[in-house]
């Protein structure tokens, strides 16, 4: 097991999910499924709601933005009443999000509809968030030393509340100081790690941010962030320029802080 030692000027502690706190093939094979079979049975049920209608309203904007992409699928606007007309949009809709998830788009639109999706899923009892095992330890004892921690991940903060309040290890939500999503910006985005750093109230370079994605890395890093990147099973390789570039991390237990024994 290696050791990586926290610079002394770091405060707080910004975890990605996928990839870092919990396993990507949870995402993939359990969360991304449950959204493409149910999401056409979710806006059937839910269409008359506000929530929905303003779902529906982002994705809608998004298919205009997204109107040059190869395989776009535009989301007209409701034409007139009935039945056909309301199943004509609903499919629209339906196309649209298996389109992007197909791509494994990050779009706000979509993850604000996923994460609403995910309620019943969570609330029922069908998923629970699936999280490495040295995470809640790891954080215990970060906390307890005097760091913040907090959550940054393109899903959104709702989905983030879902998946850390019923988890595996029960409900760990007591664990974070804060939740961030990509209404601070994309995570590819070093604009996205100073916004964050302004609204923890701290520098950028007393955040250390740890991920399984080089690019969000970079972009962290260009904004003065401590980063790691985590290498956990199931992630993408790593280049051998990557692999020698970054400070690695494969479990939490491996960051070492200055205060700790
Ligand atoms: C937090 S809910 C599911 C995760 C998700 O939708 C996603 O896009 C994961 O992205 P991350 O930034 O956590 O790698
Ligand atoms: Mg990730």
């Known amino acids: 097991m290696g050791v990586l030692p926290v610079p002394a000027e770091v405060r707080a502690i910004l975890l990605d999910i996928e990839g870092t706190t919990t396993p990507i093939a949870f995402v993939q094979e359990t969360l991304f499924p449950y959204i493409k079979d149910n999401v056409k049975e979710y806006l059937r049920a839910h269409w008359e709601e506000e929530e929905c209608q303003r779902d529906v309203g982002l994705l809608r904007k998004q298919a205009q933005e997204d109107s040059s992409l190869d395989g776009a699928v535009p989301i007209p606007l409701e034409s007139g009443s009935g039945e056909e007309e309301l199943e004509r949009v609903i499919q629209a809709v339906v196309d649209n999000v298996h389109w992007q998830?197909?791509?494994?788009?990050?779009?706000?639109?979509?993850?604000?509809?996923?994460?609403?999706?995910?309620?019943?899923?969570?609330?029922?009892g069908l998923v629970k968030g699936e999280i490495f095992e040295d995470v809640v330890p790891a954080i215990?004892?970060?906390?307890e030393?005097?760091?913040?921690?907090?959550?940054?991940?393109?899903?959104?903060?709702?989905?983030?509340?879902?998946?850390f309040g019923y988890s595996t290890?029960?409900?760990?939500?007591?664990?974070?100081d804060g939740h961030f999503d990509t209404k601070i910006g994309p995570k590819v985005e070093s604009e996205s790690y100073r916004r964050i750093a302004a609204s923890i109230g701290c520098a950028t370079n007393n955040i250390l941010f740890l991920t399984?994605?080089?690019?969000e890395a970079n972009a962290a890093e260009e904004a003065d962030t401590h980063v790691a990147v985590v290498i956990?099973?199931?992630?993408?390789g790593l280049t051998d320029d990557e692999k020698s570039y970054y400070s690695l991390i494969s479990s939490f237990t491996e960051l070492f802080l200055p205060s700790s024994t």
């Open 232 to 236: 956990r099973p199931g992630n993408a």
């Open 145 to 163: 030393a005097g760091m913040k921690v907090y959550i940054y991940s393109s899903g959104s903060i709702e989905a983030q509340k879902l998946l």
């Open 140 to 143: 215990r004892k970060w906390r």
């Open 169 to 176: 290890e029960g409900d760990i939500l007591e664990l974070f």
């Open 101 to 124: 998830m197909s791509m494994d788009r990050k779009t706000t639109a979509l993850k604000q509809l996923q994460g609403h999706m995910w309620r019943a899923a969570y609330a029922t």
């Open 212 to 215: 399984d994605i080089p690019r």
